[in-house]
């Protein structure tokens, strides 16, 4: 069974269920517009496929080597997540292959299952059963098998509702791992539709920025939020913690790219 994310502190097998969406707080707008306004304009980020090949993998690496650069870390499997991306194929290549599908959010079961299995290395399957997130400090039953017939469809929805789309990045992930529609890689199929949102956002031609491993340190933050949104349905919280990963996601890529461009003078 699938087993992302991490989790501890939460009650005795909660069930995650995506609720209905709301607009950003005018907090969380301003916050989400200027973030999606610095990612877009930021020279110093990749652009295009060969700019950003492996990005998270350099990511991984360089914060692992030298965590000590950067704000700690919320968990202690950070660094197990991280070493597990060099066990698959890069995410960025198989992204900018279907950027235009991503970008327009035309993506049908078909399209995202061969996209999920390409990241995953192996042919998947949309879960027929249950699912259970498995950790040492208490499990999480993901939705039920009925909301998994019916997420992506929500998502493009969501997508094509202009009032909405600055809450796109981070709608896209949570309902993506709280349905956990596939029988693997739903993690890494939820960020690549954190990508496809920020392309739709703010108007990227690629991946610029590295999110695994930002969100892995960010793993205990983001589940506790996600719980917390599941039983009160309350976007705030939870737009505030992802938030935040994606400022932390940009400001590693930043620091891996001045560091890149220091190495080669």
């Known amino acids: 069974m699938p087993h992302e994310p991490e989790l501890s502190r939460i009650e005795s ?25 610095d990612i877009a304009e930021d020279k110093t980020l990749p652009t295009g496929p060969i700019g950003s090949a492996g990005l998270e993998l350099r990511v991984a690496l360089m914060l692992m080597q030298e965590e000590e650069r950067f704000s700690k870390p919320d968990n202690s499997f950070w660094k197990r997540k991280c070493r597990s991306l060099f066990l698959r194929p890069a995410v960025e290549p198989i992204a900018c292959a ?15 299952l061969k996209m999920a299995s390409a990241m995953a290395g192996q042919p998947l399957v ?46 896209c992930f949570a309902q993506t791992i709280m ?13 690549l539709m954190v990508h496809a949102a920020l392309g739709r956002c703010a108007g ?29 349905g309350d976007w705030s919280e939870f737009n505030r913690v992802f938030l935040s990963a994606l400022d932390d996601a940009v400001t590693f890529t930043r620091s891996l790219y001045r560091e890149e461009a220091l190495q080669r003078r």
Do not use: M
């Open 13 to 37: 097998n909660p069930t995650w269920t995506c609720p209905e969406i709301r607009p950003l707080t005018p907090q969380g707008l301003e916050s989400a517009t200027r973030l999606y306004a």
């Open 98 to 112: 279907y950027w235009s599908r991503l970008v327009s959010f035309e993506i049908d079961d078909a399209l995202a």
């Open 126 to 171: 949309y879960r027929k059963g249950a699912a259970t997130g498995r950790s040492d400090n208490g499990d999480v039953q993901f939705g039920p098998l009925e909301s998994a017939r019916h997420w992506l469809a929500e998502i493009t929805r969501i997508a094509n509702t202009p009032e909405l789309r600055t809450a796109l990045p981070a709608y």
């Open 179 to 191: 349905t956990h529609p596939f029988s693997d890689g739903n993690g890494r199929f939820g960020r």
């Open 204 to 232: 990227l031609t690629g991946p610029k920025i590295a999110l695994a491993p930002a969100f892995y340190r960010r793993g205990e933050a983001l589940a506790l939020a996600l719980t917390a949104l599941s039983q009160d």
